[in-house]
């Protein structure tokens, strides 16, 4: 049986999107489609012909132009100059799969181009997010004239002054949030508050037309820029065919990156996932090619699910474990020899990053009751202990998301009296605009809405822990609070065909803003005993009934409801279809995402 994907949750608040039956019906017509996936692109803001065929169908045309991204221009211009004059370039990236696939696809292009580059990532513990002075000072004295950040930079007010004091020019290149220079008496958003540089880059940097994709992530951003930087070396307004299949190969990093960093995958994130995907599978990168087969992957059909969680993690383990700048050998100079040896080390530091996930989840969660953090009463949770692994708090944090349905924050105390904080969020609530509330109880703190870190003195722990908690109880509204499940229609079994079942894979690949869609079916039957399957017998395979049509399907982790579950037995479930390829057959199959006892 395929590794589940997710468990059947329950006691949601079911949310179905409201019919318009016409509207759907003309947009099924024209497209030559089901009513069914005319309603879930009309939900998705899809309400016209051509749209709707994009959608479907997206090619890469839909990409818009690197030129459009605030910055990008000078940036190029200054990388260009660089790579004709052999300076020395240093791509100083950033520890997790964002960054590490941004390094990649940058230090690929300018050597592509015959630049004289190299790399430089952080340690996650020792050194901590983004640029740091003590880097920039050893990346000076080896002799950098250009240091071009990638997923990283755009609050390093004091780095970057120190290279430019050194005489090195720095270049920018970031999607997380600015800092600000105070607020604006008549109530208009304050200026960010940048560091000096050549060029900042970056897709919601203000400016008169703002960029139409303001969710690009760090490896966006860097495929755009090698884009933009080899037509800049070419001269013309088209790369050469050259430099045009290196970015069809780049996409398949963009990707990764794109999917790992849980941007919205819609308009241009989801052109870059959907062909990035294609890439990944196809790829004659060396390193990428030994990743996917420790992952058990070759041949398969890789999609957002294989990313997400078999491939990002693994490139995750080396900075979460050890040093990121392995997972960024991997995947820039290392020969077929090293990347079996990289790759496989990497499985290993997966492996033990499990471990220690499983280890502080179990001690989070005592911490949490304990504190009597998880009642209704409590709007958020900040959690910390020492001993906690720095590189693995993220993960548990989004854990203990999933179990409170709360923002969380994990904070892994120091032995030199220093805690690493690392945060995730819920819908509605902004994380990085949170810890900005509580600027004055930490050291550093920087991220984007669902995801950030922060570092703060093991005595002002208890401050920032009331402080943040102070905020989210003001902030969360108990709607907020309250988990719910977004069904795209109601429909009957009958009309669950493979076709539909077809269809539905075509508004991928899923992820953030996209997701996968459910169905709300209404009083189907059971029509005989659920079979426990998987290891463990945890999950249920179901055989459902409704006006003599028949369909089978499972329920991941819900071996608790076998008792309640007898033929017979009427319900409504939330399910999203799918096709079940085992063994050569296939097979319409439905996923449980929820259960109510009609």
């Keep these: 049986m ?45 309400t016209g012909a051509d749209a709707g065929r994009d959608f479907l169908d997206p ?23 660089a790579i004709r004059d052999r300076e020395r370039i240093v791509i100083y990236g950033d520890y997790d799969v964002d960054g590490i696939t941004a390094t990649a ?30 880097a920039i000072d050893q990346l000076c004295r080896k002799g950098a004239r250009l240091i071009v950040t990638v997923d990283c930079g755009v609050t390093a007010i004091e780095p970057c002054a120190l290279a430019a004091e050194r005489g090195v020019d720095v270049i920018v290149t970031d999607h997380h949030e600015f800092k600000f220079n105070g607020c604006c008496p008549d109530g208009q958003p304050p200026d960010p508050l940048l560091p000096s540089a050549v060029a900042i880059v970056h897709p919601r940097l203000p400016q008169a037309n703002p960029y139409p994709n303001p969710h690009l992530c760090g490896a966006g951003v860097a495929f755009k820029l090698a884009w933009a930087v080899g037509k800049s070396v070419s001269g013309r307004a088209r790369v050469n065919e050259d430099f045009r299949a290196f970015l069809l190969e780049a996409l398949a990093m963009a990707a990764l990156g794109t999917i790992a960093d849980v941007v919205p995958l819609v308009g241009e994130n989801r052109v870059l996932a959907r062909f990035g995907l294609g890439s990944v599978k196809q790829t004659a990168m060396t390193g990428l090619r030994a990743l996917i087969d420790s992952a058990n992957l070759t041949g398969e059909k890789i999609d957002s699910y294989h990313v997400g969680f078999l491939l990002a993690p693994r490139l995750n383990a080396a900075g979460r474990m050890g040093h990121a700048a392995l997972a960024v050998e991997l995947l820039t100079h290392a020969d077929a020899s090293r990347a079996a040896e990289i790759a496989t080390y990497l499985e290993s530091q997966n492996r033990a990053r499990q471990q220690t996930e499983r280890q502080i989840l179990a001690e989070a ?9 998880d009642g209704d009463d409590q709007a958020a949770l900040v959690l910390g202990a020492a001993g906690w692994h720095a590189g693995v708090i993220g993960i548990v944090a989004s854990r203990v998301v999933d179990r409170f349905h709360k923002p969380a924050i994990m904070v892994a105390l120091g032995a030199e009296g220093v805690g690493q904080g690392s945060g995730r969020s819920i819908s509605g609530f902004h994380l990085a605009r949170a810890l900005e509330a509580c600027d004055a109880t930490l050291e550093a703190h920087g991220g984007h809405e ?98 003599g049509a028949y369909l089978r399907a499972i329920a ?43």
């Design 2 to 46: 395929p590794e589940p994907r997710s468990r059947t949750h329950r006691n949601r608040r079911w949310i179905v999107a409201p019919p318009d039956v016409e509207a759907a019906r003309a947009l099924a017509e024209q497209l030559r489609t089901s009513p069914l996936i005319a309603q879930m692109l009309l939900n998705r803001g899809i």
């Design 59 to 81: 090619t890469l045309k839909l990409l818009y132009e690197p030129e459009l991204i605030p910055g990008i221009a000078p940036a190029a211009e200054r990388i260009a100059r």
């Design 105 to 134: 696809i940058l230090w690929h292009a300018i050597r592509r181009l015959g630049g004289d580059c190299d790399y430089y990532v952080p340690h996650r513990i020792d050194e901590g997010y983004g640029l740091n002075s003590a």
């Design 365 to 373: 969660l005592a911490q949490a009751s304990e504190l009597k953090l």
């Design 450 to 547: 669902m995801a950030a870190g922060l570092k703060v003195r093991a005595e002002r722990f208890e401050d920032f822990r009331a402080a943040f908690l102070a905020h989210a109880k003001r902030e969360l509204t108990t709607e907020l609070l309250t988990p719910r499940l977004s069904l795209e229609a109601e429909a009957g079994l009958s009309d669950i065909t493979e076709s539909l079942a077809t269809d539905v894979k075509r508004l991928g690949p899923f992820g953030q803003g996209n997701r996968p869609p459910v169905l709300c079916l209404r009083d189907v039957e059971l029509a005989g005993p659920p079979r426990p399957v998987g290891k463990d017998a945890q999950h249920l395979q179901l055989y459902l009934r409704q006006e």
């Design 556 to 598: 991941f982790r819900a071996a608790d409801l076998l008792d309640q579950l007898k033929p017979g037995t009427r319900l409504h479930l939330a399910v999203e279809p799918s096709i079940n390829e085992w063994n050569g057959r296939r097979s319409v199959e439905l996923q449980v995402k929820d259960i109510q006892f009609a």
